[in-house]
Structures are given as structure tokens and as C-alpha cells.
């Protein structure tokens, strides 16, 4: 059975860090692109980052640049994204998302996880 499993959201103050990850079961990580992408309520599902199967490449949104890195463990069939200096508007559910194309796009994914919710408050 293919799945996504995303783990380490919670509640966390403005400037605070969080690390999430993207465990995958039942099919290897390293053959897809790797998205992560976060919905606040009343808005639509952006793409906030991407990482490449083929060299690493990573892509950002801008507003996250500088303050989010995406990184891919093989061996643990697991990627991450590790989020510093978060704000309260980077507040939404996080979801991860396996893909064939190297895209921001959603509709480019076929595979997601069922999120998990990150909150910045103080």
C-alpha cells in the first residue's frame, strides 16, 4: 500500500522552529520528486518547496526562502523540511506530496499525505 505520512507539526511561537517529515511506506522516496506544499484556512494549497530525484535540485517559495530547507534522507525513505524564524503567517496544514515532475504545482503530485497541522502563536 502507497503512503505518505507527514509528522512533526504543533504549536510553535513566532521565531520558532519546527522539522517536519514525510515518511514514506510502500514505494521509494528516491524515485519521485518530493513536494511539500501547506493550505491555510480559506486558502487555496500552495507549493512551498520541492526537491528533485535526479540531482537534489530544490525550489522555494519565495516567501519561505532563507527560512525553510528541504532535504531528502534515501536511506530512511524520508524527507524533511526543517522551518526556522516561522511567523504566523506560515500557520496552515502541511502536507507532503510524491510526483514525476519538478513542479510547485498540486495537480502535478499523485500521491499525498493527510497533513499535519502547523500553528504559530504566541
Known amino acids: 500500500q502507497v503512503q505518505l505520512v507527514e509528522s512533526g507539526g504543533g504549536l510553535v511561537q513566532p521565531g520558532g522552529s519546527l522539522r517536519l517529515a514525510c515518511d514514506a511506506s510502500?514505494?521509494?522516496?528516491?524515485?519521485?520528486?518530493i513536494g511539500w506544499f501547506r493550505q491555510a484556512p480559506g486558502k487555496e494549497r500552495e507549493g512551498i518547496s520541492c526537491?528533485?530525484?535526479?540531482?537534489?535540485?530544490?525550489i522555494y517559495l519565495d516567501s519561505v526562502k532563507g527560512r525553510f530547507t528541504i532535504s531528502r534522507d534515501n536511506a530512511e525513505n524520508t524527507v524533511y523540511l526543517q522551518m526556522n524564524s516561522l511567523k504566523p503567517e506560515d500557520t496552515a496544514v502541511y502536507f507532503c506530496?510524491?510526483?514525476?515532475?519538478?513542479?510547485?504545482?498540486?495537480?502535478?503530485?499523485?500521491?499525498w499525505g493527510q497533513g499535519t497541522q502547523v500553528t504559530v502563536s504566541s
Open positions: 506530496a510524491a510526483g514525476g515532475i519538478y513542479s510547485h504545482y498540486a495537480g502535478d503530485y499523485g500521491y
Open positions: 526537491i528533485s530525484n535526479s540531482d537534489g535540485s530544490t
Open positions: 510502500g514505494f521509494s522516496l528516491d524515485h519521485y520528486v
